[in-house]
């Protein structure tokens, strides 16, 4: 007899759909073999670490900062997380309350670990990124998903929220801004959301990953309605351009951070110093390094939009924030998977099929904009142009 795996194989394996990464890695080797290919199929702005963030890391690495750190964090460095989560949030927090890990996907695993197990059930916004279906059911919890209809601007729609809690339901998972919409919850959602945690006795955990590029820096907080309740994921990976250096962190209540530590301390063992150093500057210069990503993101947003407008067949969608735009190719009579294939084949322009985010976004594709003018002008000439075949086929 062969040697089998473990049940927990199958919960983190791709879903029926297929690899939703698998035509952006296509994309990104042909580029990397010199071939005339533009990819827009991810969230890494072409921007590079501001220069004192590596400055910091290099100076800790020549100084020796290559050995064991603290499982949670080195305390000057969650104090400095918890001080900005309390400006952006409004929520009091110290350094007991913050974690510091391997990015926010590494919180969002972390979070579902200790937040459900097999016969729960975890409630996920639709859409949801990519990685929500597998990060849920790593737990051994049932996901349940609950669409934010494109038809509602894609907000939550509360009262088909409510409708999915049960008995069994433990936690709701969610983003704001959201990735792929750029949909920033309103006030209102968050009222309502934070309504129906409290009334069910239920964690809330909400990634902000992208909130540093919101409006102000900042997005209405569930923390600061239900502080007890809440669980705050960030990163310096968007805001800093830092996606390589897996610097993220969760803010929480300080019984859920020392379960989170035990966790990491069989994971990660710590997260390496230097790459906290270089982390804390990061932190130190965070307001001028999210000004200058959102007026970065705000541009292009702006460019991409007004060059895609009026596309006979294909709707651009105006993101609230973030760096993705969605658009919308139903009128194509093309499914969004065959016209990412197409638009690629045909164009070499790759973008995201939406349906990889879930059943709201089926018929949307994702592009990010987070690229050179200059690209993206290319990008938006070549799409009109696949476009316009479709329409004289």
Not at 187 to 194: K, L, Q, R, S, T
Not at 212 to 231: D, F, K, N, T, Y
Not at 261 to 280: D, H, I, T
Not at 383 to 393: D, N, V, W
Request: a negative charge; one cysteine or more.
């Amino acid at each position: 007899m062969s040697p089998r795996f473990a049940a927990f194989v199958q919960r983190i394996a791709h879903e029926a759909g297929g690899d939703p990464w698998a035509l952006h890695w296509d994309a990104r080797n042909a580029r990397a073999r010199g071939e005339d290919v533009i990819v827009l199929s991810v969230g890494d702005p072409d921007l590079n670490t501001p220069p004192a963030v590596i400055e910091a890391a290099v100076a800790a690495m020549r100084g020796g900062d290559t050995h064991y750190t603290e499982s949670a964090g080195r305390p000057k460095l969650r104090a400095a997380v918890a001080a900005l989560h309390t400006q952006r949030t409004g929520q009091a927090a110290r350094a007991e309350n913050a974690i510091v890990l391997g990015g926010c996907q590494n919180g969002l695993f972390v979070s579902s670990m200790l937040l459900a197990g097999p016969g729960d059930e975890v409630i996920a916004l639709d859409p949801m990124y990519a990685t929500y279906p597998a990060t849920i059911r790593a737990s051994g919890a049932t996901l349940v998903s609950v669409e934010a209809p494109a038809a509602n601007g894609f907000h939550p729609d509360l009262a088909a929220l409510e409708a999915a809690i049960t008995p069994r339901t433990r936690a709701i998972f969610l983003a704001t801004p959201n990735n792929p919409t750029g949909v920033v919850f309103s006030e209102a959602d968050v009222d309502g959301i934070a309504a129906l945690a409290r009334r069910h006795g239920l964690w809330v955990v909400s990634d902000e990953v992208y909130a540093g590029i919101a409006e102000g820096g900042r997005v209405p907080s569930l923390a600061l309605r239900l502080p007890s309740q809440v669980l705050t994921l960030g990163s310096l990976s968007k805001t800093h351009a830092m996606t390589g250096w897996r610097a993220g962190w969760i803010v929480g209540p300080e019984d859920f951070i020392a379960h989170a530590e035990q966790l990491a301390l069989n994971m990660l063992y710590g997260l390496p110093g230097f790459v906290q150093e270089a982390a804390q500057k990061a932190l130190e210069i965070a307001s001028e390094a999210e000004t200058t990503v959102r007026a970065y993101c705000g541009l292009r947003r702006e460019r991409l939009y007004r060059a895609l407008d009026g596309l006979p067949g294909v709707r651009a969608v105006w993101p609230d924030a973030g760096m993705f735009m969605l658009l919308d190719v139903r009128a194509t009579g093309l499914s969004a998977g065959e016209f990412v294939r197409g638009l690629y084949q045909a164009e070499r322009v790759s973008l995201l099929d939406g349906a990889a985010f879930g059943r709201a976004t089926d018929g949307f594709v994702r592009a990010c904009f987070a690229a050179e003018e200059v690209e993206l002008d290319e990008a938006a000439r070549r799409i009109r142009r696949y476009a316009a075949s479709l329409g004289a086929r």
